[in-house]
């Protein structure tokens, strides 16, 4: 890719095996042994859909949100999360959250945030929080779906990840690049208001609570160029960063006490997939791919935590459908299927 086409698509964000294609049964279902895949479409483009994989039958229904409330899901899907018996899904251009039943991806509620451009969800208790580009966070009532309070952080927030009575946000400054921002906001749940700036890498992007739930992983992506993308670790206790990684990354998805991630170079097309270990705080498997499978472009990672397996989705040039592909503990693939366009969350139904 192209660099100058790789910022296109950049800004249009910030606004052994068979492979299986997609199918729309004739009376859709969805089943507790599969998972959710949000393909995020093209900004703009008023294409984002919801896959469904059927562990079961193997089946791929390619637009099960569709197939179920009979419309389309929006524009720009940036976010799924599961909490409770529900399905959460940030429509980030469509400015709306669609609030499903978990089970049978029906609509039980939409709520607008017109003017707001969210982008990523979190919850704690009865509350949900939703980061938004206009650089506020809002907290919303998930028994009413009403928005009850909204707070001030920094640019264009984006990841966001709750423990200790605290809520934790990345920062981007992705519209004002290339002056992206460098802190993350510390916001006490009770209160609702921001008791710190903590200063990380430019650029911070996506914030993950470690198994242990006591250790904050952010990944930063630096400007794409010059400086690379990074993971620190934010200590909860004194928030502040206690440790910063010499390698790049993207994304992450945690199984045990295993961090596995991707990286990919937009300049030189170049990516890796690895695996680091949370206890040693070291890489210890820099080629987790061992059967010569390739990407165009690797999108998203997940673990399934039932079994290990990990799903790893490839965007290929960024505006046709995307497949994801799983691969056992070895590396090895086990079997991949086509889903919609750029293909990110994904979400386990065990």
Same mark, same amino acid.
């Given at each position: 890719m192209k660099k100058s086409l790789f910022v296109l698509i950049l800004l249009a964000v910030y606004m052994t095996a068979c492979h299986k294609k997609p199918v729309t049964p004739d009376n859709p279902a969805v089943?507790?042994? &599969?998972?959710?895949?949000?393909?995020? &479409?093209?900004?703009?483009?008023?294409?984002?859909?919801?896959?469904? %994989?059927?562990?079961?039958?193997?089946?791929?229904?390619?637009?099960?949100?569709?197939?179920?409330?009979?419309?389309?899901? =929006?524009?720009?899907?940036?976010?799924?999360?599961?909490?409770?018996?529900?399905? %959460? !899904?940030?429509?980030?251009?469509?400015?709306?959250?669609?609030?499903?039943?978990?089970?049978?991806?029906?609509?039980?509620?939409?709520?607008?945030?017109?003017?707001?451009?969210?982008?990523?969800? !979190?919850?704690? &208790?009865?509350?949900?929080?939703?980061?938004c580009f206009d650089g506020t966070v809002v907290r919303i009532d998930t028994a009413s779906f009403a928005v009850e309070a909204t707070v001030t952080v920094g640019p264009n927030p984006e990841g966001v990840c709750i423990v200790n009575g605290k809520l934790y946000v990345a920062n981007t400054g992705g519209y004002n690049a290339p002056d992206y921002g460098t802190?993350?906001?510390?916001?006490?749940?009770?209160?609702?208001?921001?008791?710190?700036?903590?200063?990380?890498?430019?650029?911070?992007?996506? $914030?993950? $609570?470690?198994?242990?739930?006591q250790d904050i992983y952010l990944i930063s992506n630096g400007d794409y160029y010059t400086v690379s993308? !990074?993971?620190?670790?934010?200590?909860?206790? *004194?928030?502040?960063?206690?440790?910063?990684?010499?390698?790049?990354?993207?994304? $992450?998805?945690?199984? =045990?006490?295993?961090? %596995?991630? %991707?990286?990919?170079?937009?300049? *030189?097309?170049?990516?890796?997939?690895q695996i680091f270990d949370l206890a040693t705080e070291m890489v210890v498997n820099?080629?987790?791919i061992t059967d010569g499978t390739t990407f165009d472009v690797p999108y998203g990672i997940a673990v399934n935590p039932q079994n290990g397996d990990v799903y790893i989705s490839d965007a290929?040039?960024?505006?046709?459908? =995307?497949?994801?592909? !799983?691969?056992?503990?070895s590396g090895k693939k086990k079997f991949s299927f086509e889903v919609g366009v750029n293909p990110s969350g994904m979400v386990f139904l065990n």
């Open positions: 089943e507790r042994n &599969g998972m959710y895949i949000l393909n995020e &479409g093209v900004w703009n483009y008023n294409n984002s859909t919801i896959s469904f %994989y059927n562990f079961n039958s193997n089946e791929v229904t390619s637009d099960i949100f569709t197939a179920v409330n009979n419309r389309g899901l =929006g524009d720009t899907g940036n976010d799924l999360q599961p909490y409770g018996s529900r399905l %959460y !899904c940030v429509v980030n251009t469509s400015e709306n959250i669609q609030v499903m039943d978990l089970y049978t991806a029906k609509v039980i509620g939409t709520v607008p945030l017109i003017g707001k451009s969210p982008r990523r969800i !979190c919850f704690s &208790g009865s509350k949900a929080y939703v980061s802190t993350v906001s510390v916001i006490d749940l009770a209160s609702f208001a921001v008791t710190k700036n903590i200063t990380v890498a430019m650029n911070p992007s996506r $914030l993950y $609570l470690a198994p242990n739930q993308s !990074c993971l620190q670790k934010i200590s909860p206790f *004194t928030d502040e960063v206690v440790k910063t990684y010499d390698f790049e990354l993207n994304n $992450l998805s945690f199984y =045990g006490n295993s961090a %596995y991630f %991707y990286s990919y170079n937009f300049s *030189t097309e170049e990516y890796t997939i820099n080629q987790f290929h040039n960024f505006t046709v459908n =995307g497949d994801v592909y !799983c691969f056992d503990q």
